[in-house]
């Protein structure tokens, strides 16, 4: 017959005996009790540290394991930790009990704190782990590699900036391909420590390339993010040497990286590649663009780098010569070559079409043209309906919207004599919608644009030639080539000094030369944010950022930051404000110092910049300190206006989780 107890105190009364047995035999009942009497015994918890304290004692790990569970019951999870690391192998992992559970959560959660702490610290400061706290880590691992739960250890290791057991957790599943896809995922996704991600990523191309068949495409796309364009081409010029299967995947990540990379990690990558050719590829087209503005000047000589249906035209008379010449020898040059050299030569000169972003720019444009199906009676009924001139504009803007990349103008036209009645910013505004509409349209570009762009002669407005390079610029937006040259000569030019043509030129300037940071063309945009012009000034300031966007340059920022400190044109600061945010895309951490600095400035203006700031840093990731700050600021600013920037910055960190955006809104 088993006796139930109503009471610990006979049992505690045994922790005051002089002998060894009688404090062992309490401790091993208490421990088995203590989860309904915890009240009572935590009246007499000194008389069971006492015995974890005395060295002599030789069942310390129990009296610990007693002590933890008490506190832990009394809610002190320091002190139930502490206690819980001193009971050694008695403190089991794999039991399944709340205690057991919580604990270990507490655990991780101090050894992730500290893990993180160490390696922010870059050994500069002397961060303490307890060996114990780590050998409980540990034994969770082991825990989950017994149990087969590879992603749980794959998610702890990451949070603890555990590299070894990421990795170990990877090769001991059975689907390496699947663990090493969800390690990408959520490294990407979960991940906003940019200095951290950098060392997993690189975990992740070795492992990738360590596969019995290596898996290139997602190894490049981990080299996108690490900004290593060399090894991508390294990877491209083996595929292309390879058999049938290893071009097609090359031709395919170079899609692929059309898709993601920058201007600059793409020219970076051609460059490399051309040099790999049997015969160099055929004269630059950037340099072929000089050589034709030199001979002939201006628009006459970029429109000669059509497609063949435009070299059929009057200026096919201005090609220079030498051209033609030096495409003939190219072509004998190719002939003489080994069968296996033309198809090299084929090959790298396939793939660079491709990262050029001819073929995908060519069939987005051809499916959006075979699927235009906006309806022109709307924008018909809209003209109709209102004459002021703020519709007007609205109008204009919205055949914009509607038609982006068809290439489709027909509604103006149509409407040619309702257009002309536009005037000064509105005109401006007319003319850059055409650079929506034929978005993407780079062959024919200056040519459609001739009539809007500036010449020698006078004629055209200013505004309209203003438009028209903007116009310029959208149609090119972050596929620059050829245009950029032409776009920096046309400021530079002496037709160009109207402010508002130089706006326009600001803004397709940096369009065109997106992510490039090429740093001919941001001393340019600087030359002319320095004029104390307002209006090119603004223009200049926003480019500034969209050349140098996600670079995280620090010139560039420390520039930028203090013309603004020293302006006093609200335009600029207008401009800089949003260019500074550019800068820091996607930079994560790195920005926060930044933030910071504009966020204590006490003009309103760069306070708004601190809070697109964070938008452009912390974009998609929903990062929880970034979404506080916002929180903060759009609650507490005294700046209409800082607020407003604030909830509208939520919706760039929080695109990602509709639902959650919603909850932080309506509450």
Not at 278 to 283: A, G, H, V
Request: with cysteine; proline share 1%; net charge negative.
């Amino acid at each position: 017959m088993q006796l139930s107890i109503t009471s610990a105190g006979g049992i505690l009364s045994l922790l005051d005996e002089n002998t060894e047995k009688g404090p062992v035999y309490a401790l091993h009942r208490l421990n088995a009790i203590v989860d309904v009497f915890w009240p009572e015994i935590s009246d007499s918890i000194s008389k069971v540290e006492s015995l974890y304290e005395d060295e002599n004692f030789k069942h310390r790990e129990l009296a610990a394991l007693v002590s933890s569970k008490v506190y832990y019951h009394l809610g002190s999870l320091d002190n139930a930790l502490t206690y819980a690391l001193g009971a050694g192998r008695l403190f089991d992992v794999n039991d399944k009990t709340e205690y057991v559970e919580t604990i270990i959560a507490h655990c991780i959660d101090k050894y992730t704190k500290l893990q993180v702490e160490k390696f922010q610290s870059d050994g500069t400061a002397h961060v303490q782990i307890d060996q114990r706290l780590e050998d409980i880590v540990n034994r969770m691992f082991q825990r989950c590699f017994d149990d087969k739960k590879y992603k749980q250890a794959i998610g702890i290791a990451l949070e603890t900036r555990r590299i070894d057991i990421f990795e170990k957790a990877i090769k001991e599943a059975n689907q390496s391909n699947e663990m090493l896809t969800y390690a990408f995922k959520i490294t990407m996704q979960l991940l906003q420590n940019r200095k951290f991600r950098t060392v997993v990523l690189r975990t992740l191309v070795r492992l990738y390339l360590s596969l019995q068949v290596p898996d290139f495409i997602s190894v490049c796309q981990c080299l996108i993010f690490l900004d290593d364009p060399d090894q991508v081409a390294d990877i491209l010029q083996t595929l292309v040497r390879g058999t049938t299967d290893q071009m097609l995947m090359g031709y395919q990540i170079g899609f692929d990286l059309y898709e993601s990379a920058t201007q600059q990690f793409l020219n970076k990558i051609q460059d490399a590649l051309r040099v790999q050719a049997p015969i160099p590829i055929i004269l630059d087209k950037q340099q072929q663009n000089k050589d034709e503005q030199q001979g002939t000047g201006g628009t006459e000589s970029m429109e000669t780098n059509q497609d063949e249906s435009s070299r059929q035209s009057v200026e096919e008379s201005t090609v220079p010569k030498d051209k033609q010449s030096l495409e003939q020898e190219h072509k004998d040059k190719i002939n003489n070559l080994s069968q296996e050299e033309k198809q090299l030569q084929e090959r790298i000169e396939k793939i660079l079409n491709i990262l050029s972003g001819e073929v995908t720019i060519g069939v987005h444009m051809q499916f959006l043209i075979k699927n235009n199906h906006a309806d022109l009676l709307i924008l018909k009924q809209i003209k109709d309906a209102v004459r002021n001139s703020v519709c007007h504009t609205a109008t204009v803007i919205a055949n914009g919207y509607m038609l982006s990349g068809t290439t489709s103008d027909q509604f103006f036209r149509d409407n040619l004599e309702w257009l002309a009645r536009a005037t000064n910013w509105a005109k401006f505004t007319a003319a850059a919608s055409l650079g929506v509409i034929h978005k993407g349209h780079i062959k024919e570009a200056l040519n459609l644009m001739s009539a809007y762009l500036p010449k020698d002669s006078t004629g055209n407005s200013p505004y309209a030639e203003g438009g028209g390079l903007y116009a310029l610029g959208l149609i090119h937006a972050n596929h620059g080539g050829d245009i950029i040259d032409y776009l920096i000569n046309q400021l530079r030019s002496n037709s160009t000094q109207t402010e508002t043509v130089r706006h326009g030129a600001c803004l397709g300037l940096g369009l065109a030369a997106m992510g490039t940071a090429r740093s001919d063309v941001y001393e340019l945009l600087k030359t002319n944010l320095l004029l104390e012009d307002a209006v090119a000034g603004e223009a200049a300031g926003l480019a500034m950022g969209l050349v140098m966007l996600g670079t995280g340059s620090a010139q560039a920022i420390d520039d930028m930051v203090q013309y603004a400190q020293d302006t006093q044109h609200e335009k600029i600061l207008r401009g800089l404000a949003i260019g500074i945010a550019l800068v820091q895309y996607g930079r994560l951490e790195e920005a926060d110092a930044l933030i910071e600095q504009l966020q204590r400035d006490k003009d309103p203006i760069l306070r708004r910049s601190a809070m697109y700031t964070v938008a452009m840093a912390y974009c998609g990731t929903g990062n929880n300190a970034a979404v506080h700050k916002l929180l903060h600021v759009a609650v507490s600013d005294v700046n209409d206006d800082v607020r407003r920037s604030a909830v509208e910055s939520l919706g760039f960190l929080m695109f990602r989780e509709v639902a959650i955006i919603y909850d932080h809104l309506l509450n």
